[in-house]
């Protein structure tokens, strides 16, 4: 089955720096992956995804990148800011025919220090 | 739209009591989840089920746990007898099945279960 790995598993940056998450998967048959954020005490809310046919997406500050080939994943957050402290989770899944659930990373708690 | 609702939000019990944990998809959404998240063992699927019928409950830990979908406005996990290492948050998810949109899961706010 698929199997999804995540680095780093804690983030400190400074405010307005970047952030970089890396994500990869197992099984070259996934083709769509969400990068989830987690408030404390909430449900993880979904930030930006990418589907296996495109290689980058960019939200505002956000942006994900996808290597078939090396069968990894990252997010990208630029101009770091406060709010932007929580736990990340990226996740892999393969649709259609092979169910509909997600396999997600550890996660990744990142600290935007002020 | 109100999200995804679940119910109670806290729960605290003790060891050997039942608790029932309920969730409200989404309405329109055919895809329910059941996750529980934990610190050692990070987000786990437990079950989920479309079209209120279970597709996959390989997650589903021991047979103290069961997941009902008596239709498509309402799920509910059960654990009969509660432990101590079933103290988790459990999220409830729904998402759409639909070509053209998103595969996105969305969660709920989770409820945070202890068993003394």
């Known amino acids: 089955g698929e199997n999804v790995e995540q680095h780093p598993s804690t983030l400190s940056v400074q405010e307005g720096d970047s952030a970089v998450i890396k994500c990869t998967y197992s099984?070259?048959?996934?083709?769509?992956f969400p990068w989830y954020k987690q408030e404390l005490g909430k449900g993880p809310q979904l930030i930006i995804d990418?589907?296996?046919?495109?290689g980058e997406k960019k939200d505002q500050r956000i942006a994900v990148t996808l290597n078939k080939t090396a069968k990894h994943f990252s997010l990208h957050i630029t101009e770091t800011q406060p709010e932007d402290s929580a736990v990340y989770f990226c996740?892999?899944?393969?649709?259609?025919?092979?169910?509909?659930?997600?396999?997600f990373g550890p996660g990744t708690r990142l600290s935007v220090l002020p | 739209d109100a999200g995804v609702i679940q119910s109670p939000r806290h729960e605290v019990t003790e060891m050997g009591q039942e608790v029932t944990l309920r969730c409200k998809p989404i309405?329109?959404?055919?895809?329910l989840f059941w996750y529980r998240q934990t610190m050692m063992r990070g987000l786990e699927l437990l079950i989920y089920?479309?079209?209120?019928?279970?597709?996959?409950d390989s997650g589903m830990p021991e047979d103290r746990f069961s997941a009902k979908m008596p239709n498509a406005s309402f799920s509910t996990l059960k654990i009969q007898p509660s432990e101590p290492r079933d103290s988790a948050v459990y999220f409830c998810?729904?998402?759409?099945?639909?070509?053209?949109?998103?595969?996105?899961?969305?969660f709920g706010p989770g409820t945070r279960l202890t068993v003394l």
């Open positions: 099984d070259s048959a996934s083709n769509y």
């Open positions: 996740a892999a899944s393969m649709r259609p025919l092979k169910g509909q659930n997600f396999v």
């Open positions: 998810a729904s998402k759409r099945s639909s070509a053209s949109s998103t595969d996105t899961q969305y």
């Open positions: 309405s329109g959404h055919d895809y």
């Open positions: 089920f479309n079209n209120n019928v279970p597709i996959d």
């Open positions: 990418i589907r296996s046919n495109v």
